[in-house]
DNA sequence: ATGAAAGCGCTAACAC
DNA sequence: GTGTTAGCGCTTTCAT
């Protein structure tokens, strides 16, 4: 089923199916008809390859993810969605605009980050690109994108630059999680932060702050960061109860580091949230599971991606001048998050 | 980027240079390793809508999944994984062999069927397609991709036919898990088996029957069906413990089913494992995290999607005479799998 | 062992 | 409004 043959049968040349194909002006509504009957009736559908050939869009949206990170996850089990959420945000709105998304894992810190992503969009040469934290504020990556003409959307980044910078409301989530807590009595509340290479765990730690200035409260002691790994949380969960004896709530930055916190306090006899209030980022499948569930900030991933596909195609290579987009998170409570206890 | 470029770099035709890409024979050594030279130095990648149009291979393997049980999941969000691991084990393996997988989501039951696929294969023209079930054994897919002459795999099917057929040591697998009851001292051993539109479902329940027979165990009332859903498991185990008072142990045929079994326990007081054992099928990553953590048959998902990709591209489009690859599941111990209580 | 020519299916640019 | 022409980057013949 080539054009040639629906050209044949509808009785027109090449180039008015491919009007009729692209949507294209010029085309009485009466001819279009025709040729769109011709189309259906045979089942012709373009070759991607050749329209892509022809010098126009390839309709592949590609999103890229840590290689490593991704790989771990997939391996460990741990039930970490993020990738399922980007799918589904991405490939049923790339759906809707005839578009396909492809996924792609890169190596962060290597050197090769060039060749690597330069072969891949050399082969692939998509519409456009969506960049995944940490990639999303990785100068050879996004230079790369420019440098090439690719559209992209940087996704936990806000800086100016080329690219749609895109955030999940990471400041507002931690002040939200923040005054949440500080509303139900909590006075002294730790904060585990995530790495300094992820932009979004310095805002996160600004919004704790933020609520915490607001409402009269020191910060004191009560700020660690970790990596987002399990041992990470629980190094950094000793440390903040070590620290405070009166500490009685804890944010942590992901899932991970918040259920090692949740370890830790368990082992030490407080019980939650009797004892110790817990909130966490990211929402990931088994934070439900754990005894008891965690409050968690969910990370809005599949609308975030939707919306970043939207952007890219109607943006059809202009350059994006709107600012940051925000998604907003949401705080979704469960048993771990409680009144603070008496000041006994 | 072209091949031109390359070509005129090296000081040689464009054949030459293609001939050195594809490892085509006819090139002195000497001279693949000047066109090698150039290719690296320049940073050479063959664009694959152009080889696919020329022609040649389009270097994509498309694997297939059910669209409603999949947007299902990802909605949900109850951590199955099922996608992530055919992710692992396809895309890493394609990476290998120089292909990419790209996933595709299609309605299973409705009649559109080939039209939906038929467009996508036309759209992509892949090399190669990865069927999961229940589409493995949907004859309006295999026909379609048959005529057509895509070469594909079924996962979960074990007809003759075109396609390589795929399993997950369902059988054995049951069989296993269910001697490994009766070497407990298990003696009535319950089994709720998947939905009859999925020949595993049925492949599940000849190896509890095949172990319980080799046993001298009796199988009446013992069988219940449901649809891989969480209710249709609480139905099950509810009628199960319903008609038997001397049940031990209860085999289900995924983790909803296996899990909603353990709530139904636990909703009459039995405590799982003294009074109860269970089994559970796919081990996605919540069953490490009910109380008790379940036992269960981890189907190696990403291994059984490597070898797809690895026979599919080996193959070439040569039909696949070995019969069934069989890919073998493992039991998983865990806490919900313990000693027959005392025949009290 | 290498090169030249033809063409894959489509769209852009131009003609009518 | 519609048709014609050229060419995208590559691989396939086929010549040499």
Redesign the interface.
Known sequence: ?TIREVAEDAGVSLQTVSRVINDGPNVRPQMREKVQASIDRL????????Q??SGSR?YIILAINDRERT?A???E???N?W???M??GG??TCAKHGY?M??E?VDTHIDHVE?EL??TI????PDGVILTPPHSENRQITQLLELRNIPFARIGSKGEGAGIPLTMGDENAARFATERLIELGHRRIGFIAGPAQYSLSSWRVDGWRAAMRDAGLRCDGLLEAGDFSYSSGTHAGRALLDRNEDLSAIIGSNDQMTLAALAVAQDRGLRVPRDLSLISFD????VR???PPLAAIDQPI?ETVSVAVDRLIALKGQPHEDGTIDVAASLVERASLGPAPDPA
Chains 1, 2 share one sequence.
């Open positions: 089923m089942g012709y559908v373009p070759s991607l390859a050749a892509r050939m390839s790989i996850d997939w391996r089990r741990q039930g969605d990738v399922d959420q799918l589904l490939m049923l396909r492809m996924v894992l060749r330069g072969a050399s082969a692939l040469q929402n990931t499948p088994i599971f754990s005894q599949a």
